[in-house]
């Protein structure tokens, strides 16, 4: 179930700014805007958004976890004692093999293999995510032609 702001974004056409790797969801507090972490991010995924409070807008080869970023940080801002993203990524409905056409971009573009490719008697094989592989790097959203793959917050057992 979507949140409100969540459900508001996507009626306005915008989604929320994703987070650096190991920062929760309040780092913008505890962040000084100064963009060190900016320029040293191999991927160029991390950009500055409003006061310069960097956010990573997801490109190439998504967030490859290096560290970079949480090395030229002077705040206590990454916590890399923790896994770097606590969202996974989820197929929704506009990908494409809903419409019959095999398209296995995410798949190829997985560095962890967390997307695979379900076989269907008589039709088009469908995407599947691991959640337990997959680490949340956005690697396969740049590549998905119908931008079908967003991020979430996992599920818990109890809801």
């Keep these: ?13 915008k989604k929320p700014a994703l987070r650096p790797p190991w920062t929760t969801a309040d780092y913008a507090g505890q962040c000084s805007g100064c963009g060190n972490c900016i320029p040293v991010c191999p991927e ?31 705040e206590n801002v990454f916590d890399t004692g923790r896994a770097a993203f606590s969202w996974r990524a989820a197929i929704t409905d506009q990908c ?3 419409m019959g056409v095999s398209c296995r971009s995410c798949e190829e ?3 962890e293999l967390a997307i695979r490719f379900t076989p269907a008697p008589g039709g088009i094989a469908r995407p599947t995510i691991n959640e337990q592989d997959c680490t949340g790097c956005m690697a396969c959203l740049p590549v998905c032609p119908q931008q079908a793959i967003e991020v979430r917050e996992p599920r818990s057992d109890a809801s």
């Design 1 to 13: 179930m979507k949140t409100r702001r969540e459900l508001l974004f996507q009626l306005a056409g």
């Design 44 to 74: 160029g995924v991390l950009v500055a958004g409003r006061g310069g409070i960097p956010h990573i807008d997801p490109r190439g080869d998504g967030c490859i976890q290096c560290g970079a970023c949480a090395e030229a940080c002077p």
């Design 96 to 98: 494409l093999t809903d």
């Design 109 to 111: 573009s997985c560095p």
